[in-house]
């Protein structure tokens, strides 16, 4: 099993900045790809952002260029910068991570979401 905690999020006005945080623990050793998806009150859950474990990274048009996914698989913690910030980015930011498995399947494990507010 793998568990996923985000930190970071909170109320920030538009054009602030805000770093999110997800400390993987547990079974880890053979996590590949990562990322940061969101939910918007009454929309579906999207991607905004995800990395492989190489580093390259894969981003939505809307979040380009205002955001930058990262990870330090030596403290086992996936970031997300977020910049220049806008009304709607308002969300829960959801971390999840994949992991390979025998005969093809992947194993999918998610966060518990963190809250972000951008608001006057």
């Known amino acids: 099993q793998v568990q996923l905690v985000e930190s970071g999020g909170g109320l920030v006005q538009p054009g602030g900045s805000l770093r999110l945080s997800c400390a993987a623990s547990g079974t880890i050793f053979s996590i590949s790809t990562m990322g940061w998806y969101r939910q918007a009150p009454g929309k579906q859950r999207e991607l905004a952002a995800r990395?492989?474990?190489?580093?390259?990274?894969l981003y939505a048009d809307s979040v380009k260029g205002r955001f930058t996914i990262s990870r330090d698989n030596a403290k086992n913690t996936l970031y997300h910068q977020m910049s220049n910030l806008k009304p709607e980015d308002t969300a829960v930011y959801y971390c999840h991570a994949e992991r390979p498995e025998r005969f093809g399947v992947v194993s999918n494990y998610w966060g518990q979401g963190t809250q972000v507010t951008v608001s006057t």
């Open positions: 990395i492989a474990s190489g580093g390259s990274a």
